[in-house]
């Protein structure tokens, strides 16, 4: 059984940083590309970044420069970490494959951005 867990988010005031781990179990994590995605308050859900299994990265124009996306396969653990928060990304944060099983999504977790 595929699951993703993920952790680390909080209130941050603008310009702030975060990191947030995304732990998964139930598939063969060092062969598969991840993605961190998000959903803010009556927006659809979207990929902000991914990796492949060799470490290659993409990222949304609105996260570039900004947000860095890492992985451990020996934790089985893909990392976001959060530079210069703004507040356009409080949203819910959410990690998967790429491109995502709609049946893997977890809980998220809670980033907001404000003052």
């Known amino acids: 059984q595929v699951q993703f867990v993920e952790s680390g988010g909080g209130l941050v005031q603008p310009g702030g940083s975060l990191r947030l781990s995304c732990a998964a179990s139930g598939i063969i994590f060092r062969i598969i590309r991840m993605g961190w995605y998000r959903q803010a308050p009556g927006k659809q859900r979207e990929l902000v970044a991914s990796?492949?299994?060799?470490?290659?990265?993409n990222f949304a124009d609105s996260v570039k420069g900004r947000f860095t996306i890492s992985r451990d396969n020996a934790k089985n653990t893909v990392y976001l970490r959060m530079n210069s928060l703004k507040p356009e990304d409080t949203a819910i944060y959410y990690c998967?494959?790429?491109?995502?099983?709609?049946?893997?999504w977890g809980q998220g977790t809670q980033v907001t951005v404000s003052s």
């Open positions: 990796i492949s299994s060799t470490g290659n990265t």
């Open positions: 998967n494959t790429n491109p995502p099983g709609n049946t893997y």
